[in-house]
């Protein structure tokens, strides 16, 4: 069975505090995993698909990287206005385009 | 500008009654899918359209119905049978195809926030 999980689920940080959160995931012949900026109240913002081990995407502060098991969104010298819900969610070998959806990983930065 | 609209932005309703959520794209996607996300639980599956006149069911359909009559819009409807839908629904849609590759991205509306008391 396909399957998501991100880690921590919540994370604080003060600005300028580099870190990263982790998506870890389970499926037959990956056709994709993205990654969503999701603000309270709003629907998910599109950030990155990433395709194969080894690739990186990168966005402002923004670095996501990719291996066989799992994807990290790093994040540079974060400031306030980075605080959202980052979800991961993958695409398996199945043509259906449904997504499997990670809970989350809710980030909190200080100024 | 392109993109998809979610409306209304809130919606009320009373217990029995069924209520269509309204979901539009104009960026020419063949995909579209419609999720409910509770506090705690992420994004669940309810159904989803890869081709007008066709929809398949996800994860929880019980309780909803939907149609895909035009590419542009696929209503939902939480119907009396829905037993908490009180909710954050989410509209998306997918390109599927790009470039000669297969798409799977997804692109979100702005959600409606359903109350059923």
């Known amino acids: 069975e396909d399957q998501v999980t991100q880690s921590p689920e919540a994370l604080r940080l003060q600005e300028g505090e580099s870190s990263s959160l982790n998506c870890s995931y389970t499926?037959?012949?990956?056709?994709?995993l993205f990654w969503y900026r999701q603000d309270p109240g709003k629907g998910p913002e599109f950030l990155f698909t990433?395709?194969?081990a080894g690739e990186e995407k990168e966005k402002e502060r923004l670095k996501a990287t990719l291996t066989k098991k799992e994807s990290f969104l790093h994040i540079t010298a974060p400031k306030p206005e980075d605080s959202a819900t980052y979800l991961c969610?993958?695409?398996?070998?199945?043509?259906?385009?449904?997504?499997?959806f990670g809970q989350g990983t809710t980030l909190q930065v200080k100024p | 500008d392109g993109g998809i609209t979610q409306s209304p932005k809130y919606l009320f309703r009373k217990e029995g009654q069924n209520v269509t959520l309204s979901c539009e794209q104009n960026?020419?996607?063949?995909?579209m899918y419609w999720y409910r996300q509770d506090p705690g639980q992420g994004l669940r599956l309810i159904y989803y359209?890869?081709?007008?006149?066709?929809?398949q069911k996800g994860d929880i359909a019980e309780g909803y119905s939907v149609s895909r009559e035009k590419k542009e819009s696929f209503p939902l409807t939480v119907t009396s049978a829905q037993k908490n839908p009180t909710a954050f629904y989410l509209c998306?849609?997918?390109?599927?195809?790009?470039?000669?590759?297969?798409?799977?991205?997804?692109?979100f509306g702005p959600g409606t926030r359903l109350t059923v008391t």
């Open positions: 998306a849609s997918s390109p599927r195809a790009m470039g000669g590759r297969m798409n799977y991205e997804q692109y």
């Open positions: 499926v037959s012949g990956l056709r994709g």
């Open positions: 990433l395709y194969s």
């Open positions: 969610a993958v695409h398996g070998s199945s043509n259906t385009g449904k997504l499997i």
């Open positions: 960026l020419n996607h063949d995909a």
């Open positions: 359209s890869q081709i007008v006149n066709d929809f």
